[in-house]
């Protein structure tokens, strides 16, 4: 099955480091991701819908210079937390999908605690 | 913005009992998917529904999409410890690009021994 993989699975750093989070399609050619936020005990928030090649599209409320994302291959998109504080504090979750009808297919989530 | 909302937020039961978890829209989702979430972990899909009124089936689990398009449900039968999680439902809106998947607020289920 479609395999995507997401790299680091936690990271714990001091405020004011960027930090920069890795989403891998390891069996499929991903043409959009998806970044996700998702808060303790709730549901997944989209961030930015990121199509190869092309600038991300970002939800409502969404900080773009402070969540860059890029894709540049087929293969992979990052997300780049700038300047991160203690409430950037989270757990985000990338999603690949191979094409438009296509079923997304999710990483394990990378865990983020800003001290 | 489409709203999904997941009813009940919480769950615990213990094992061996049914239950049914709902998932309600005012709005038309063109499908709806059914997702399980566990601690530390990626949303995994169970099924995805498209027709209204249609039913599936996932050995104990029961997928149900109304025949409106606007709500969904789960049903669990004999429910087992390995079921413990967060059940989600998800879709995308049915007017404007379907690239996008809305989730639901979420249902967190314990079944306990």
């Known amino acids: 099955g479609a395999v995507v993989s997401q790299h680091p699975s936690r990271v714990i750093c001091k405020s004011g480091t960027s930090v920069k989070i890795e989403c891998r399609s390891l069996d499929f050619q991903a043409t959009t991701m998806f970044w996700y936020r998702q808060f303790p005990k709730q549901s997944l928030m989209l961030m930015a819908t990121?199509?190869?090649?092309?600038?991300?599209?970002?939800e409502q409320g969404v900080e773009k210079d402070k969540f860059l994302i890029n894709h540049a291959s087929l293969t992979l998109s990052t997300l780049t937390v700038t300047s991160a504080h203690p409430e950037d504090s989270s757990f985000y979750i990338c999603?690949?999908?191979?094409?438009?009808?296509?079923?997304?297919?999710f990483g394990d989530g990378t865990r983020l605690s800003i001290l | 913005t489409q709203l999904l909302e997941q009813s009940p937020q919480f769950l615990s039961i213990q094992e061996g009992e049914n239950l049914t978890v709902y998932c309600n829209s005012s709005?038309?989702?063109?499908?709806l998917q059914w997702y399980r979430q566990e601690p530390g972990e990626g949303p995994v899909l169970l099924v995805t529904?498209?027709?209204?009124?249609e039913v599936k089936k996932l050995k104990r689990l029961t997928f149900q999409f109304g025949d409106a398009r606007k709500d969904s449900s789960l049903h669990i039968t004999a429910a087992q410890p390995g079921d413990t999680g967060l059940y989600l439902c998800?879709?995308?809106?049915?007017?404007?690009?379907?690239?996008?998947?809305?989730f639901g607020t979420g249902t967190r289920l314990q079944v306990t021994l």
């Open positions: 529904v498209v027709t209204g009124g």
């Open positions: 990121s199509n190869e090649g092309s600038k991300a599209t970002y």
């Open positions: 999603s690949a999908r191979g094409g438009t009808g296509r079923p997304q297919h």
């Open positions: 709005s038309v989702f063109s499908s």
């Open positions: 998800a879709g995308p809106p049915n007017t404007g690009t379907a690239s996008k998947l809305t």
